[in-house]
C-alpha cells in the first residue's frame, strides 16, 4: 500500500507506540493531587441533597418544604417532581435542597414531608411468568430453517436456563456536580464520561425548563473521573438542578450522590436472562440456535442481546421480552448488552460441547468460521490463551473426577466488540521555547488517555514522553467525543497524530532554509530535527523552534480525516481455571487468562491495564455481584458497600493478559479496548464451574446457595 | 447524621454518670466501627455519644495461668491477635479475630464492641427496625432471607448474631462483667445474649447506662480449641456460618466438647445435640461430620437460606477437625 502521510510509523520505526509506558497521570494520582468534582470547594460553596421517594412506584399527593425552609442555613429548596407525578423507582428525586452545609442540608431533607398514594410495584423479572403485564414482546429474528435442524435425527440437542442480573455501576467516584454561575455564564464541575458534550445538554435541559442560556456560555470541567463505565454521559436530572440551585441561590452548589443513590439510581447494567436450546452434528458442527431472552433495565426494559454471540449460527430463531420493572433506570455498562450475550451464548455452546463429549477449545476452533472475517483471529487466540492456561495438562470432560471435595475446572468463552474511534479535534501547538501542547476536550477515565496523547505526539514528533503537555477535561477545548464504546483512543490517537504531523511539517518548512535541506528531507529524531541520512546537519528540537521567533506554531488534528488510521472490530477469548469447595459451594479463581486484540498498540502497558482491570471487573460480577431488591418494599437491600459485594485483591487469583500485536493486528491501526475484556469473564467462569462440578449452575452471580443447589440436582463431582 | 453531643469521660463512674444523664439518649463510642456507620444511616441517633477512649480502666490484656485471661473492654482485634498468651493458650480467640479480616477494623474496633454491635440484618440497616416489621408484617419471612437465621428463628427476631468473637467465648465459658447504675455485675457471655420478644428488647442484656468492661475467660485447661468461619470473600465480609470448638480429648477419644455456632441464630448457638454425638466417639472426619449433622437436625431455615445448613454442618464438621489437629 501507498504510504500516505499521516500513516503510523512502520515498527522498526516506534520509539515508543506499542511498548510499556507508564501513565503520565500516575504520581498526580497516586499522591492525591489529582481533583475530582469531590475535591472542588469553591469559595462560598453550598451543598445540595435531595429527598428521594421510598417507594418503588407511587404518586406525589403533598409536599410540605415549610419546615426545612425555617430550618438556618438552609438557602433553597426547589421542587423537582410536584404533586400528581408518579414515580416508577424507589430513589427518584423529588425535592432538592441547598444549604451552607452537608449536614444541615441532610437536616433539611428530613423536615421535608411527602404524602404518596402507594401504587403496586414490580422489582423481580427472572421468573417470567410472573411478570404479567410487564412483559412485552420486543422483537426476534429468523434466519434459515431452524425446524428442519432442530428436527435432523443426527442432531445432537441440548437445552437449558442461563441468566445474569441486574447490577450496579458501583462508581468509586458517584456521580455529581458542582454547579457556578459568573453572570451570565454557568460552568459545572462535573464527573462525566463527556465533557465536550455536556454543555450542549445541559444547556437545552435548561431552557426546556426556561432557564435561558446558550450553550456557549456553558463550561464543563472534568481533570479527573473516578469511574464511569458507561453510566456518566449525560448531567443526569441532578446535573441541571444544582444549576438551577447554583442560579437560585447565587452560590455555587455541590450535589455528590450518596453511596446508596450511587447504587440505586445511578448505575444499573441490565439483565437478561434466556431458555435456550442449541443443536449441532455430531462431529461438533453448531448448526441451530433457539433462544428466548428477557430482562429487565427498570421501567424502560430492556432490548435484545445480539443473540447468537459472535457464531453466526445458520439457522436460528430468537425471541425478547422485555420487562419494566420499578427499579433504577438501566444505563450502558462497559459493552452494553455483549456480557449478556457472552454468557447466554458461550453457557448453552458448551453444555452442547459437553453433550458432545467435545474439548471446547477444540469445539469452538471448529466452528470459528461462523464468525466470519475474524475466524482465524479466534482461532490464534484460542490457540494462545489454552497455550497460557497449560488447556493440554489442565483440561478435563464435565466434573472433576479426582478424590476430595475441591473440584478443578477451566472453562472459555469469546468476545467481540466495534471500537471505531470516535470523532475528535485537537489543537497542537509548538512554542518557540520548545515546548508542546496537546490540547482537546477528551476526558480520562483512568483508562490511559492522557498517556495516549502524549505517546503520540511524542512518537511524532521525536521527544520523550514527558515533552508533551497534555490539557483534556475542559469542554472549552476543542471538541473531543464522549469516552464510551471504546471510542476514545481511536478518536484521540488520531487526531492528535494528524495535528502532530502538520505541525511538525510547519516546524520543518520553517527550519528548512536554516540547515540548508529542503523540508522534506528533515526528520524529527531523538529530540533533533535532522537531514534525512546525514545526522550532522541537525538542530536540537528547542534551537529548531527558536526559528519559530515570536510565533506560537498552532494546528487542529481531527478525526475522522486523511489516511486510515483506525478500524473497527476486535476479537478475545478468555478461560478461567477455577475451583470449587462442593462442601461449601465457594468458588475460587485460581487463575485466568485473556488473549486480546485491538489493532495497533499505542501503549502495551495501559493496554494490559484495561484487560486486568476488566478481568477483576469481570469475576466480581462472575461470583458476588448483584443488585438484590426486596420485593415487598421494592427497594434495593444491598445498596451499600458492605453487601454489594465486590472482590478484593484475595478473590482474584493470578491474571495473566497476552496482546495480539505484529503483522496481521498492527496494519489494523488503532481500535478501542475499554469493553472488550470486561465481556467474557462471567462466561468463562461459569463454564468453569461447569467443568469443575459437571452440572451448570445456571446464573450469575455464582454463590454459595446456587452451588449447592445445582449440586443437590445432580453433578458428577 | 444528627448533631449530638460528645462526652470524653476517664472512669467507668463517669461513663455510667453520662450515659444514663442524657435527655434523647446517650450511646457508648468505643472504635465507632459499627456505631458510626448507624448513626450516619439514621437507625441510631443518640443526644450523645460517650466515648470509652480515655478509660484506663477499660484497656488492656492479662493474662495469669490459673486465673485465665481478662480483655479489657476496649482492647482491640488486633491487640488480641498480638497477644502472645492469647495466641499460645487461647488460639482459637486468635483465629476468631483473625477473620475479621480488614486491618482498618481490627485496630479499632474493640472485643466489647464485638459483643454490643448491633446486627447487620440488611432490613434493620434501612430503619426497618430490628424486628423488620412493614406494614405490621414481618418483612424477613417472605423477603430476601439468604443471610437470616436457621436455628432460634420462629419469630419475631430473624436476625444473625454479627459476632465473630462470642461463639468461642461461649465455648471457652467466658464471663462479661458489667458496670452499670447499680454498680457491677458477672455474667456468661451466653447469657448476655437475648432473642428479643417484641420491639421493646434488644440483643443484649445491657441495661440502660450499663457497659461492658471486661471479658473474663477461664484457664483453659489441656483441651484443643478452634474456629472455622466460611466467607464467601476473602476481605470485608462477614462469615455466612461459623464454628467454635473446644475439645478435651482422652488419648483419641473425645471425653468432654464444646460446640457453638455463629450467624446461623439470634444469639450464639450451643449445640448439645453435636457435643453428644461427638462425645466417647474418636475423632475422625466420619464422626465430625456426624456431629455437624447432628447440630443442625433442628434446624428451621426460611426461604433463601437453605444453604446456610449445609454450610453450617460443614463449619463445625471443620472446626472440629481443626481443633483435633491442633493448628493454630
Ligand atoms: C467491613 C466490616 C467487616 C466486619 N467483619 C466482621 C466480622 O467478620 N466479624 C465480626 O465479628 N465483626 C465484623 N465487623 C464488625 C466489627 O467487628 C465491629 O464493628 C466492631 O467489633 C465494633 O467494635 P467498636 O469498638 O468499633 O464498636 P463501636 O462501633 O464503637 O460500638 C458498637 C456498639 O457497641 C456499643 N458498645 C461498644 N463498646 C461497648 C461497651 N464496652 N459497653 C457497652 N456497649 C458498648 C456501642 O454503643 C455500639 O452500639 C466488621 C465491620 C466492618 C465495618
Redesign the pocket.
Known sequence: MAKCKYDWPEASDRRLIGKRINRIDGPTKSSGRAKYTYDINLPGLLVAKIYRSPYAHAKITAIDTSEAEKLPGVKTVRIIQGVGKEIQWAGDEIVAVAAVSEDIADDAVRKIKVEFEQLPHFVHEEDLQQAGDHAKEAGGEKGGDPDKAFSDPDVVISEGFYGIPTITHCCLEAHGNVAEWTGANLRTYSSTQNVSGLPGQIGQALREQGVNVPDNNIETICNYVGGGFGSKFSPDRWGIEVAKLAKAAGKPVKLMLDRNMEMEVAGARPSGYAQIKVAAKKDGTIVAWDSHSWGTGGPAGTTMPPLPYVLNIPNKITRHTSISTNTGPGRAWRAPNHPQAALLTMCALDDLAAKLNMDPVEFFSKNADLAGERAEVYRQELRKAAELIDWQKNWHPRGDKSAGTIKRGLGLSLHTWGGRGHNSNCNVTIHPDGSVEVTLGSQDLGTGTRTVIAVVAAETLGLPVEAIRVNIGDSKFPSSGASGGSTTVGGVSASTRRGSVDALQQLLAVVAPSLGVPADQLVAVDGHIQAKGDAAKKLTWKEACAKLQVKTLQVTGKNPGQCALGSSGVGGVQIADVSVDTETGLVKIHKMVAAQDCGLIIDLKTAESQCYGAMIMGITYALFEEKVMDRATGRMLNNNM?FYKLAGIGDIGELVVHMMTGPGYDERGTIGLGEPPVISPGAAISNAVANALGVRVPTLPITPDKVLAALEKGGAA | MEAFEYARPTTNEEVVKLLTGAKGGA??????????SLMKDGVARPARLVS?QHVKELRGITFHPGTGLRLG?TATFEELLENPDVRKHYPALAQAAE????PQ?RN???V???L???PRCWYYRAGFGLLAIYNGKPLVPDGDNRYHAILGNSGPAYFVS????APILVALNAKVKLHGPQGARELPVQDFFLTPKNDQEIEHA?QPGE??TEILVPAPGDVKMAVYEVRQKEA?D??LAAAAVVLNLEGDTVKKVRVVLGHVAPVPWPSPEAEEALTGKSVSEDAAWEAGKAALSKATPLSKNVYKVQLARVAVKRAILRAAKGEA
Open positions: 458492605e | 450511646q457508648v463510642l468505643a472504635g465507632g466501627t459499627d456505631i458510626l470509652l473492654a477473620g475479621v479480616s480488614s477494623v479499632t474496633g474493640t466489647a464492641g464485638d454490643c454491635q448491633r454479627p459476632s465473630s468473637l445491657l457497659i461492658v470485608l462477614w462469615p
